[in-house]
Nanobody, 127 residues
Framework: EVQLQASGGGLVQPGGSLRLSCAAS????????IGWFRQAPGKEREEVSC????????YYVPSVKGRFTIRSDDARNTVYLQMNSLKPEDTAVYYC????????????????????WGQGTQVTVSS
């Protein structure tokens, strides 16, 4: 059974940090790109960051570049998203997903290309 388990969300003050985890099972982790997306209330789901388990390529959207760091741990089949300097506008449900579309070196693989999705974890940034 394929599973992507996102965890690590919570309530944090502006300027704080959280680390999200995406634990994968049931598929060949090393053959996939893992992407993080987020969806705020009333808004469309948007890309955040992704990492290729093929060659280690990483992509960040401009709004999180310099604040978020993505890392893949092949031994644990887990991708982490370290989020620092959090802002209220980072508030959303965060989802991880897996795709074999490996164009990470120059684009963020589109939402429609993802084969598997996790259930989401809530991140709330508020004072």
């Amino acid at each position: 059974e394929v599973q992507l388990q996102a965890s690590g969300g919570g309530l944090v003050q502006p300027g704080g940090s959280l680390r999200l985890s995406c634990a994968a099972s049931g598929f060949a982790f090393g053959d996939y790109v893992i992407g993080w997306f987020r969806q705020a209330p009333g808004k469309e789901r948007e890309e955040v960051s992704c990492i290729s388990n093929f060659d280690g390529s990483i992509y960040y959207v401009p709004s999180v570049k310099g604040r978020f760091t993505i890392r893949s741990d092949d031994a644990r089949n887990t991708v982490y998203l370290q989020m620092n300097s959090l802002k209220p506008e980072d508030t959303a449900v965060y989802y991880c997903a897996a795709t074999r579309d490996d164009r990470v070196s120059y684009i963020f693989p589109p939402r429609g290309e993802y084969d598997y999705w996790g259930q989401g974890t809530q991140v709330t940034v508020s004072s």
